[in-house]
């Protein structure tokens, strides 16, 4: 069973069962209203840095050794099941994360194959009978609008496991360090948000020339300085929070 705060119900993608399906394209970013935060792959950080803070989250699994899996993900708010992105169906950043953008699909482990399986979310409005493009053509085929989306899921999974070999180097060099963001906003209320990693300067400073050239010829030292530099979003991701908590109705 896929459980996501984004997917509501995933089924797999059947050449039968869905051959008569239409896709439209994603608009209504609703659907990742209760999402406040999502992964994001390396390759991602120069565009999401722009817009989104870039923060590292342990996983929940564990390598051989012992250690906790960490990975990078884009904080879309400050409190638990609040994108502050989203405005009404409007997805107000200048950057939406591939894991979002590959919506309404997704690939998942299946029973005996080593070829992971496509899912579909059957209850997205935009997973349609009659109105988009046809997923299938007439002779059960992927049509067009399903080759992107299979290629582009494609790529994704490549860039995610490239990724885990990305933050697998950073927990080798010992260069991150545990955060803790507490905040006032202007309303008086106090936030807390704690249990994420960032890169610690200092380690990285420190590591000896070998792998500081190292670094900077796999590409890893671009992207740790771009994550850094994301950090500065945090400020706005905060006065995003004070507008919306300010623009609340208040219970009597």
């Known amino acids: 069973m896929i459980k996501s705060a984004l997917y509501r119900d995933p089924q797999p993608l059947d050449a039968q069962r869905h051959r008569h399906k239409m896709l439209k394209p994603l608009e209504d970013y609703s659907i990742a209203k209760e999402m406040h935060a999502v992964f994001l792959a390396a390759t991602e950080f120069p565009a999401a840095a722009l817009s989104l803070p870039i923060i590292f989250v342990q996983s929940g699994e564990q390598l051989p050794d012992g250690r906790a899996v960490v990975v990078p993900v884009a904080l879309m708010g400050i409190s638990v099941n609040e994108n502050l992105l989203v405005e009404g169906t409007r997805w107000d950043a200048g950057y939406v994360p591939a894991f979002i953008r590959r919506f309404p699909f997704l690939t998942a482990g299946a029973k005996d194959s080593d070829t992971p399986a496509v899912f579909v979310d059957a209850s997205w409005p935009g997973f349609h009978d009659t109105d988009g493009e046809p997923?299938?053509?007439?002779?059960?085929?992927?049509?067009?609008?399903?080759?992107?989306?299979?290629?582009?899921?494609?790529?994704?999974?490549?860039?995610?496991?490239?990724?885990?070999?990305?933050?697998?180097?950073?927990?080798?060099?010992?260069?991150?360090?545990?955060?803790?963001?507490?905040?006032?906003?202007?309303?008086?209320?106090?936030?807390?948000?704690?249990?994420?990693?960032?890169?610690?300067?200092?380690?990285?400073?420190?590591?000896?020339?070998?792998?500081?050239?190292?670094?900077?010829?796999?590409?890893?030292?671009?992207?740790?300085?771009?994550?850094?530099?994301?950090?500065?979003?945090?400020?706005?991701?905060l006065e995003r929070k004070a507008r919306r908590v300010a623009a609340a109705p208040v219970v009597a």
């Open 135 to 237: 997923l299938f053509d007439a002779d059960g085929k992927p049509a067009p609008a399903l080759q992107r989306a299979l290629e582009f899921l494609r790529q994704f999974d490549f860039e995610q496991q490239r990724t885990r070999q990305f933050c697998q180097r950073l927990l080798e060099l010992d260069v991150l360090k545990d955060m803790t963001l507490n905040a006032t906003l202007p309303s008086g209320e106090t936030l807390k948000l704690e249990g994420f990693f960032a890169v610690d300067e200092e380690k990285l400073n420190a590591l000896a020339d070998p792998l500081v050239l190292e670094l900077h010829r796999s590409g890893m030292l671009m992207l740790l300085q771009v994550h850094l530099v994301s950090l500065g979003n945090l400020k706005a991701l």
